[in-house]
């Protein structure tokens, strides 16, 4: 039997409404009426229609070679004590830039809006804010880095949220560190993989001759990181020798100068090379007398613009501020306002960075020759 191919015209007539009315109903366009779109879908529904991936594809490409006018506004809240933090600091700065050039690739701009970082009053305070992004129009929101609990934890009934970072960090700066608080996923997350970085950095010092791996982290940073820094780490290790195995040295304060659990901690496991954060690690490990790269490698795992003669791991904070607006976009599409019932969770890799705090492989294969 020969299937009869049903168009877009076809479900028009039996809806009684224009072709380009049924193509963004289909697609959940915003303005198009919510009553109107779910009866068109339950008609394209009832006659079996079924969208030509084919032809989506290259209207997809055509778009993306012309230029787009700016459609709306998406939000970014900043809730940082310092409001121009986004823009001083290397390892925050690239993510609001990926965030607004990929807004103005897909025809958005991208609004910074601060908060003031008030943790007391949050239902008033997140109210207000609901109340900014009402007045401006603004329907899609991120939640970049946030310190404050409020703004994770709000529903945001009139909005779609993405978040950067996971939700889970801890108020920095602290006298003492609370308890681990894991809150269910609520919204999209885009986030750096810290458990693929960490992997990567791992098996790189290993292939360099390294033979004694440490890694020196803060409380702080492995609680923001939901512990994958640390799985990751023990991972790694449980392949090596027992007597290989050098413990995580946790320090919660790297500007006092060197702390005497770093020296203790050198003398006794002795490591060939480290796994770190803090540029200042570099500073210690020389008071002692140790030469870098030659007696001891050094990994930074969030090389930016100001350690850039390090050897370590680029984050690509570009392509997560990016993945948060996709991931805003996506749900604008389909109407997914609120609290979504299955967040997603896109975790980008990052890359390795050849610097000078590394035996390079090309002298390892001298030496070995």
């Known amino acids: 039997m020969k299937l ?3 168009s877009l015209d076809h479900i028009a007539k039996l809806a009684g409404v224009h072709k380009a009315t049924v193509s963004r109903a289909l697609r959940n366009h915003p303005t198009i009426p919510v009553h109107t779109r779910e009866r068109i879908h339950e008609i394209a529904k009832r006659e079996g229609y079924r969208p030509n991936p084919l032809v989506a594809m290259y209207q997809a490409q055509a778009r993306s070679h012309r230029p787009t006018a700016m459609q709306s506004a998406l939000a970014w809240l900043n809730d940082y004590p310092n409001p121009t933090c986004w823009q001083e600091f290397p390892w925050l700065r690239g993510y609001l830039r990926g965030a607004r050039e990929r807004c103005e690739a897909r025809g958005f701009r991208l ?3 601060p908060i003031g970082g008030s943790s007391t009053g949050s239902g008033a305070e997140v109210g207000r804010v609901s109340e900014i992004l009402r007045q401006r129009g603004i329907f899609g929101v991120i939640l970049p880095l946030m310190l ?9 009934s009139d909005c779609v949220i993405a978040l950067i970072g996971s939700g889970n960090q801890v108020e920095p700066g602290a006298a003492v560190m609370p308890a681990p608080r894991y809150y269910p996923q609520g919204f999209p997350i885009a986030d750096r993989d810290f458990y693929y970085n960490l992997r990567l950095a791992f098996q790189t010092v290993l292939q360099r001759g390294y ?5 020196i982290y803060s409380r702080y940073l492995d609680r923001e990181s939901e512990g994958r820094a640390q799985a990751a780490f023990l991972v790694e290790q449980a392949q090596l020798p027992e007597p290989q195995r050098v413990p995580i ?5 790297f500007k006092e100068g060197r702390p005497p659990a ?5 003398e006794t496991y002795k490591p060939d090379a480290i796994l770190s954060i803090n540029p200042v690690v570099r500073e210690w490990v020389q008071e002692t007398g140790l030469s870098v790269p030659n007696e001891c490698g050094l990994v930074n ?3 930016v613009d100001d350690v850039e003669n390090w050897s370590g791991i680029r984050e690509n904070h570009e392509l997560i501020g990016a993945a948060a ?13 609120g609290v979504p019932r299955q967040p997603r969770k896109v975790l980008i890799p990052g890359e390795w960075h050849e610097g000078g705090t590394l035996r390079p492989l090309s002298s390892l294969a001298v030496e070995r020759r």
Do not use: A
Request: hydrophobic share 50%; no cysteine; net charge negative.
């Open 211 to 215: 033979t004694r791996v440490g890694f």
């Open 4 to 6: 009869q191919k049903i």
């Open 262 to 266: 770093f020296d203790r901690w050198m």
């Open 301 to 303: 795992l969030n090389v």
């Open 148 to 156: 404050h609990q409020q703004f994770l934890l709000e529903e945001w």
């Open 249 to 253: 040295l946790f320090l919660e304060s």
């Open 325 to 337: 607006v996709d991931l805003l976009i996506g749900q604008l599409s389909r109407n997914e306002l």
């Open 111 to 113: 609004e910074e809006i």
